[in-house]
């Protein structure tokens, strides 16, 4: 009997050797063993055994710790958990390799909640670079999934196909993100002005998200020069690539990033922007790949009318979706075209480009004997050091286009 102190807590009912809990909650079934095992309700569970052999070539088995059963109990139910925060980091290692072990995270039902618990816990541990570079589907089937890892600094979605309205726009720009994502590459996705505006939208008028970017690509997309403006909202930014754009170099792009963003170009290409070294580290790296092994031996006609399923729900329009479907991405065709091809721009030092601009100023503007034109010319002189300490100031909320009106009251 049951002290009726504990009426209101959690009650767990032992039963030939099955452990369960006296609530609306159903936990995991045990695995099914063979018919033997089935009449023979005495027979011990085999994974609370470890086998192994002695010297004399004799199987032999140990019993596993307590800790060792529990924890396996609770990866089968980690979709029951409410939280793991305030757990020691071994610990939350251990479950999560559990979890992986029993396939917990490929199951699309339950991985979504499994990964927020162990993101909001651990955070950057269970992934801090996730790099999809041109893995589209993949993107495409596990867009619920990733969302949950909140706590990323660098996210590659080079050549993912996102077009100008992606349900991932919204991710990139929430507050989950914020304090966290510091690189993000989203070149040849067939990005347009219009796109880019849609993506800057809740920074440039609610003024959150992205708040510690400090590098951009948007590479290999049809943008033009009017869609710089829209990054004058990234208050952190201080290197950005837009090779194989609409931008075309010379004076006059130099002269407007400087002026909206604070950025020069770069002589020769930033090694920040190599591809090649980015890749999906954390806990979840394997379960990452295990998501794209998976996805690789779907049937094949089952995973395009998957993806196209997928695609409607996402873009609205089954004209557009089989357009980007059939798009590759606006990748260059040789690498000696990428290299003349490459406009880099990074935020310099303060005072080497001060100095820089002084001396041209000093060229350009001969001086004059006249004392008002001294005194006109001193002040001038002030105001372009005190320009070139810091880049243009950014826009304020207020000041807002008709477009950008009208997008605010699509939200």
Same mark, same amino acid.
């Given at each position: 009997?049951?002290?009726?102190?504990?009426?209101?807590?959690?009650?767990?009912?032992?039963?030939?050797?099955?452990?369960?809990?006296?609530?609306?909650?159903?936990?995991?079934?045990?695995k099914?063993?063979?018919?033997?095992?089935?009449?023979?309700?005495?027979?011990?569970?085999?994974?609370?055994?470890?086998?192994?052999?002695?010297?004399?070539?004799?199987l032999?088995?140990?019993?596993?710790?307590?800790f060792?059963?529990?924890?396996?109990?609770? @990866?089968?139910?980690?979709?029951?958990?409410?939280?793991l925060?305030?757990?020691?980091?071994?610990?939350?290692?251990?479950?999560?390799?559990?979890?992986?072990?029993?396939?917990?995270?490929?199951?699309?039902?339950?991985?979504?909640?499994?990964?927020?618990?162990?993101?909001?816990?651990?955070? #950057?541990?269970?992934?801090?670079?996730?790099?999809?570079?041109?893995?589209?589907?993949?993107?495409?089937?596990?867009?619920d999934?990733?969302?949950?890892?909140?706590?990323?600094?660098?996210?590659?979605?080079?050549?993912?196909?996102?077009?100008?309205?992606?349900?991932?726009?919204?991710?990139?720009?929430?507050?989950?993100?914020?304090?966290?994502?510091?690189?993000?590459?989203?070149?040849?996705?067939?990005?347009?002005?219009?796109?880019?505006?849609?993506?800057?939208?809740?920074?440039?008028?609610?003024?959150?998200?992205?708040?510690?970017?400090?590098?951009?690509?948007?590479?290999?997309?049809?943008i033009?020069?009017r869609?710089?403006?829209?990054?004058?909202?990234?208050?952190?930014?201080?290197?950005?690539?837009?090779?194989?754009?609409?931008?075309?170099?010379?004076?006059?792009?130099?002269?407007?990033?400087?002026?909206?963003?604070?950025?020069?170009?770069?002589?020769?290409?930033?090694?920040?922007?190599?591809?090649?070294?980015?890749?999906?580290?954390?806990?979840?790296?394997?379960?990452?790949?295990?998501?794209?092994?998976?996805?690789? #031996?779907?049937?094949?006609?089952?995973?395009?009318? @998957?993806?196209r399923?997928?695609?409607?729900?996402?873009f609205?329009?089954?004209?557009?979706?089989?357009?980007?479907?059939? @798009?590759a991405?606006?990748?260059?065709?040789?690498?000696?075209? @990428?290299?003349?091809?490459?406009?880099?721009?990074?935020?310099?030092?303060?005072?080497?480009? &001060?100095?820089?601009?002084?001396?041209?100023?000093?060229?350009?503007?001969?001086?004059?004997?006249?004392?008002?034109?001294? &005194?006109?010319?001193?002040?001038?002189?002030?105001?372009?050091?005190?320009?070139?300490?810091?880049?243009?100031?950014?826009?304020?909320?207020?000041?807002?286009?008709?477009?950008?009106?009208?997008?605010?009251?699509?939200?």
């Amino acid at each position: 009997m049951c002290d009726s102190s504990m009426d209101n807590g959690t009650i767990y009912v032992r039963e030939r050797g099955n452990l369960r809990r006296v609530s609306d909650i159903v936990l995991a079934q045990p695995k099914p063993v063979s018919s033997c095992r089935r009449t023979n309700p005495f027979v011990l569970k085999k994974e609370h055994f470890v086998f192994t052999y002695n010297a004399e070539g004799s199987l032999r088995y140990t019993t596993k710790s307590l800790f060792d059963i529990t924890l396996l109990f609770v @990866a089968d139910n980690i979709h029951h958990v409410d939280s793991l925060v305030g757990f020691p980091e071994q610990i939350g290692d251990r479950l999560f390799a559990a979890a992986e072990e029993n396939r917990v995270f490929s199951n699309a039902d339950i991985s979504p909640k499994a990964l927020r618990l162990f993101s909001d816990a651990y955070g #950057q541990i269970v992934l801090g670079s996730l790099c999809l570079r041109n893995r589209f589907p993949l993107l495409h089937e596990r867009i619920d999934e990733i969302k949950t890892f909140q706590s990323l600094k660098s996210l590659d979605l080079f050549g993912c196909r996102l077009g100008d309205d992606h349900e991932i726009f919204q991710h990139l720009t929430s507050t989950s993100l914020a304090n966290s994502l510091i690189q993000l590459f989203i070149g040849g996705n067939s990005l347009s002005d219009v796109g880019l505006q849609r993506l800057t939208a809740p920074i440039r008028m609610m003024r959150k998200g992205l708040d510690c970017l400090q590098l951009l690509d948007v590479s290999h997309n049809p943008i033009s020069e009017r869609a710089l403006r829209y990054l004058t909202c990234l208050p952190k930014l201080e290197k950005l690539d837009v090779s194989g754009t609409g931008l075309k170099l010379g004076s006059g792009l130099k002269t407007t990033i400087w002026n909206l963003l604070g950025l020069i170009c770069s002589d020769k290409p930033l090694d920040t922007f190599d591809h090649s070294r980015c890749k999906t580290e954390g806990w979840a790296e394997q379960v990452v790949n295990q998501w794209e092994t998976n996805s690789s #031996q779907m049937p094949k006609l089952k995973k395009i009318e @998957a993806s196209r399923t997928s695609a409607l729900r996402f873009f609205g329009r089954q004209k557009f979706v089989r357009e980007v479907l059939n @798009a590759a991405p606006m990748v260059c065709e040789s690498e000696e075209e @990428a290299k003349r091809e490459r406009l880099h721009f990074y935020r310099p030092a303060a005072n080497n480009h &001060k100095r820089e601009k002084q001396v041209s100023y000093q060229i350009n503007h001969p001086a004059k004997t006249s004392w008002n034109t001294i &005194k006109k010319r001193q002040r001038q002189s002030e105001r372009c050091d005190s320009s070139n300490h810091s880049p243009p100031t950014k826009r304020s909320p207020s000041d807002l286009t008709a477009e950008d009106i009208e997008l605010l009251n699509s939200y």
